[in-house]
């Protein structure tokens, strides 16, 4: 889980980016910490996550158009986070960590910290439970979701998983080399625009405070299936 330590992040719209000049256009002002805007790809909605308090780790989900109020998507006493959007913009995949021992899912799976991949409608706010994980923490990356496919990616540690976009179990898309590459932990999954390649950023193995980026290929045959 990320904690954000005694700062304030704003979003920031960076408008006429060109090698002479830049013009910023600050669109949040809540005086709060948010972090991890992300475009919808029809390029109307801003989604992100927000801390209600200083040190937390609970982030939520809010949402925004450019010139208008944000507006809390998923906004509760859980962890939300790992956002991506659906390629049609009107679904955020996303992960949620119950964290209340009194839910309903802690109680049947025994299990207070149970991370899930949930999809929202960003129109009509229906939460859609997709993972079946049985306990833990399973999820170390932000999700990716495959165009084309109806697929979401994400990882676990050195292996890449993809679930289907109306739920089900999870399959291994990329089992990474770990004792060749030194790969400790995926964070920050981002698939490439022709979708055969992934990004992320590894936290390397045995020196947790270096992390480096690598890219991999992604053979679409096991992505389609």
Not at 103 to 124: C, G, M, P, R, V
Request: hydrophobic residues 40%; contains cysteine; charged residues 25%.
């Amino acid at each position: 889980m990320k904690i954000l330590k005694s700062i304030f992040v704003s979003i920031i719209l960076l408008v006429g980016c060109n090698s002479n000049h830049v013009e910023e256009r600050q669109i949040t002002f809540n005086g709060i910490t948010e972090a991890g805007p992300i475009y919808s790809p029809n390029g109307e909605w801003i989604a992100y996550e927000l801390f209600h308090a200083e040190n937390s780790s609970r982030p939520q989900i809010w949402i925004k158009k450019i010139n208008s109020e944000p507006l809390p998507l998923v906004d509760n006493d859980d962890f939300n986070a790992e956002i991506c959007w659906s390629p049609d913009s009107k679904w955020i995949a996303f992960v949620k960590s119950i964290s209340n021992k009194d839910s309903i899912l802690a109680y049947y799976e025994k299990d207070l910290s149970i991370e899930q991949i949930w999809k929202i409608n960003i129109f009509t706010k229906k939460q859609v439970r997709l993972s079946a994980f049985r306990k833990g923490k399973y999820i170390s990356s932000r999700l990716s979701w495959l165009a084309g496919t109806n697929k979401i990616a994400f990882a676990k540690n050195s292996s890449i998983y993809a679930i289907s976009a109306d739920g089900g179990s999870a399959k291994v898309l990329v089992e990474l080399d770990t004792s060749a590459l030194k790969i400790q932990k995926i964070r920050w999954l981002n698939i490439s625009p022709n979708q055969n390649k992934f990004l992320f950023e590894n936290i390397k193995k045995n020196d947790p405070l270096i992390s480096e980026i690598y890219i991999c290929l992604l053979y679409t045959s096991d992505a389609a299936d």
